[in-house]
């Protein structure tokens, strides 16, 4: 990534895909950058939730380097998001993260028009936990002579658990949502399942 080539990156969810595609990604903004070419890169999640965390990492990572950052996602205001508009023209380095999930949820038509958007110039990188036919199809449309890399999950030798902690909380129905924030908040899960 850092060396400006396009990726095809099978790996599971908790191998952190998020730092090794967003370090890159900040490394190669232009810091002085005019108005105009603002937007320079793009993430695509198929999630609110993965929006809100990739978008606070960035945010985390990109803070010395005075890097803006900003969710958009269904279900919320465009006037506090982007008012309806985004320029895509700008756009350097497309990032396609989860890519199966995106496909599975019914989201191929939405990503081929979002990259249609994009300069064919850019740097693209998708990652997907699998690599489907229709993952593949997409990559071969996409991406220029991609790097491809496959990190395998973690193996559990025998006789041992897998790092994973159960932890069930008693709440009132009327304080579930606010109750499920603060234990993610002060968790900070690599990944749960609620």
């Not at 606070?56 to 506090?80: C, D, F, I, T, W």
């Not at 658990?161 to 129905?173: C, G, L």
């Amino acid at each position: 990534l850092l060396e400006g080539r396009d990726v095809l990156a099978q790996a599971a969810t908790g191998t952190g895909k998020t730092a090794a595609f967003a370090l890159p990604l900040l490394s190669r903004l232009s810091p002085n950058a005019s108005p105009r070419e603002r937007t320079a890169a793009l993430i695509l999640v198929p999630t609110r939730e993965l929006a809100m965390q990739v978008a606070e990492a960035v945010h985390r990572y990109g803070k010395p380097l005075g890097v803006q950052v900003l969710p958009v996602y269904g279900g919320a205001s465009m006037e506090n998001q982007n008012r309806g508009t985004l320029n895509l023209q700008s756009v350097r380095t497309v990032v396609l993260d989860e890519a199966d999930e995106m496909l599975d949820m019914g989201f191929a038509e939405d990503l081929e028009a979002i990259l249609a958007a994009t300069p064919k110039t850019r740097q693209t990188a998708l990652f997907s936990a699998t690599l489907p036919a229709r993952i593949v199809s997409i990559a071969r449309r996409q991406l220029r002579d991609p790097v491809t890399v496959t990190i395998d999950r973690e193996i559990v030798p025998a006789g041992e658990s897998a790092r994973v902690r159960q932890v069930a909380y008693m709440v009132p129905r009327a304080h579930k949502m606010a109750a499920l924030a603060r234990v993610l908040d002060l968790e900070h899960p690599t990944s749960a399942i609620v």
